[in-house]
């Protein structure tokens, strides 16, 4: 369902008998047939429409996509209820109509086309933030050219529009408007979405546009990807799409200096982004955080680390009431795109922002500041928090990782539906115990159970073909999926040999948990007990959310996480081998991490 659809009672206070057009929309929405919704775009533009007479602008609507025109079918009562909806925004500052079209919009989608397309508009104060961060970064907005690539219904151009205009007051409108006109681009798949953008960008420009006599259509209906580039634009910014997707062997190889493995779209607005910015041009994007250490985009850190590394990092703190419904952890980043005589920024400035309630703008916390490894691939390890700028750092400086500790990380091996027929209830003959991510509790212990709907507790293995299934090793498991909401991402516990002594054929284990296996055959420098311990620490749990914002715990930033030299170990060893508690342990890991 759209979010947010009425007007804050400041602006247009509700008659109190009367239920408020934004609610009615909502009800009428809702009343829609599946068959109703999939014509959505027709009833947002009765919105528009009703909102632009309700401007009583003088002008012409803008002429809506191909796809619209002669589109109508809606009931009378919904098309009344969108006239009623459309005219009470009129009072609303033009950024809040587009971020609440743009969700009527987002929310009539289809839900796997909306998924697919990356279809999450951003919120104006999350919007303004990042034109301010592009302003930080000396963007003159009486010059620049600025482009969004992926402008939705205009969550960017209309704030960038508004300061364009600022920058040129005095200025003859007629001028004004042209050089507008010509400095400000946006590109957009959807057609709707890109004609509301045009529209939107028109009523923010309003006195503009009725003075210099010249219509505005900043944002073209196309595909991005496939757009021409030219390192034309002093910003380049917006929130691009993100999701996996499988690309065509052209596009691969086009963008292949910043592919690794599987391809997110927003890596590859991303690259595009640092080609269509000219030397010393900037790149302001939100996005998600996964690039930051992610083994998947560690050749798109490359290519930003060589020619557009970042000068501000904001992270979101909190994703509900700011992206409701969005897994990821949301990071607004300025670039500066390197030139042959522009110096790289030394560092970058990380911020922590919170939305301070709603409409209430945000907070912001400073957290420190980046410096970029030396190795261009490694991941960024970056304080999410003003409270972990020290640990950052400290992180920076250390050099040894989990392989010097003895150990490499596998996932669990038993994707469960996959080999459905081979589990079961009852141990039987050659079965194995099924170890299921459960048998890992939340305070990091191991007990062997199976609690779940569809879980069972025996495999049964293939006669030939499954050995590699098997474990027989003490190891350390580990949950692979945590979010940063809970109070510890990292979650692990020894599997004793105790436990593997009670089946020597072996175990296998599902494919929610992390196994941290020796490296070779003798005893790892570190027992697993110790390790276990480690992980299971507070040191290292703040240390691991420096690496990773998102949900899944991945192989490759275990590997990559620093950790104290093993030959440090000796207290944490004697007292994980006296059973000490827990605070005990937290203690001896800090120090072992310098932040005691
Ligand atoms: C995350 S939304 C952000 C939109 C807008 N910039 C905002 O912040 O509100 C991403 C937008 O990218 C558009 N999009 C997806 N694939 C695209 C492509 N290949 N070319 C251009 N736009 C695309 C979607 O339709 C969607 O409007």
């Given amino acids: 369902m759209p979010r947010r659809l009425n007007p804050p009672a400041a602006t247009k206070p509700a008659p109190t008998d009367a239920p408020e057009p934004g609610a009615l929309l909502l009800a009428a929405v809702a009343s829609l047939s599946a068959q109703q919704r999939r014509h959505g775009a027709a009833l947002v533009q009765q919105v528009v429409r009703s909102w632009w007479q309700a401007l009583d602008t003088g002008l012409d609507l803008a002429l809506p996509p191909a796809a619209l025109r002669g589109q109508s079918g809606l009931e009378t009562d919904v098309a009344a209820v969108a006239r009623a909806y459309g005219e009470s925004l009129a009072p609303l500052p033009v950024a809040q109509v587009a971020d609440r079209i743009g969700a009527l919009r987002a929310g009539l989608m289809p839900g796997e086309e909306r998924a697919r397309h990356g279809v999450y508009y951003t919120p104006p104060a999350l919007a303004a933030r990042l034109v301010d961060l592009a302003e930080q970064g000396r963007v003159d907005w009486a010059t620049a050219r600025v482009l969004d690539p992926a402008a939705g219904c205009g969550a960017f151009l209309v704030p960038v529009a508004l300061r364009m205009a600022k920058a040129l007051k005095g200025t003859e409108p007629a001028l004004a408007l042209r050089s507008i006109a010509n400095r400000l681009r946006g590109l957009e798949l959807d057609p709707v979405a890109a004609w509301i953008s045009g529209v939107m960008v028109e009523a923010a420009l309003l006195p503009l546009v009725r003075a210099g006599g010249q219509r505005l259509s900043p944002c073209r209906a196309g595909d991005a990807l496939s757009a021409p580039v030219a390192s034309d634009y002093d910003l380049v910014i917006g929130n691009p799409p993100y999701g996996r997707l499988t690309l065509a062997p052209e596009i691969r190889a086009r963008f292949a200096r910043s592919l690794y493995g599987h391809a997110n779209l927003y890596a590859l607005f991303m690259d595009l982004a640092v080609r269509w910015a000219v030397p010393g041009g900037l790149v302001a994007f939100l996005t998600p955080s996964s690039f930051l250490a992610g083994d998947y985009f560690k050749h798109l850190r ?90 950052a750092a400290r992180l920076r400086t250390l050099d040894s990782r989990l392989a010097d500790w003895g150990y490499r990380v596998a996932t669990g091996p038993l994707v469960w539906n996959r080999y459905k027929p081979q589990i079961a209830d009852k141990a039987g003959r050659g079965a194995v115990p099924l170890v299921w991510a459960e048998s890992v509790t939340p305070d990091g212990r191991f007990a062997y159970r199976c609690e779940k709907t569809n879980h069972k507790p025996w495999f049964h293995p293939a006669a030939k073909g499954d050995e590699w299934l098997l474990t027989r090793r003490p190891c350390v498991l580990l949950q692979r999926t945590t979010a940063k909401e809970q109070a510890r991402r990292l979650i692990a516990a020894e599997m004793p040999l105790s436990f593997l002594a009670r089946h020597p054929r072996g175990v296998t284990v599902e494919n929610h948990l992390n196994m941290l296996l020796p490296l070779d055959d003798g005893p790892p420098p570190v027992p697993p007990a110790v390790l276990a311990a480690f992980l299971n620490s507070r040191a290292a749990d703040r240390a691991f959310r420096c690496i990773s914002g998102s949900v899944a715990v991945s192989a490759y930033e275990l590997e990559a996480m620093p950790l104290p030299n093993p030959a440090a170990l000796k207290e944490l060893t004697a007292l994980v081998v006296a059973g000490a508690a827990r605070d005990r342990l937290d203690q001896a890991a800090d120090r072992l991490y310098g932040i005691a």
Avoid: C
Wanted: aromatic share 6%.
């Fill in 302 to 391: 490359r290519t930003l680390s060589d020619l557009a590394p970042p000068l501000t990092l904001d992270f979101v703190d909190e994703r509900k009431g700011v992206f409701d419904n969005v897994l990821q952890e949301t990071v607004l980043a300025t670039y500066r795109r390197t030139g042959p005589r522009k110096k790289r920024p030394e560092r970058a400035l990380v911020n922590m922002i919170r939305a301070a309630g709603e409409g209430a703008g945000l907070t912001i916390l400073g957290s420190g500041y980046f410096t970029l490894p030396d190795e261009p691939t490694a991941p960024w390890i970056l304080p999410r928090h003003a409270s972990e700028t020290g640990l």
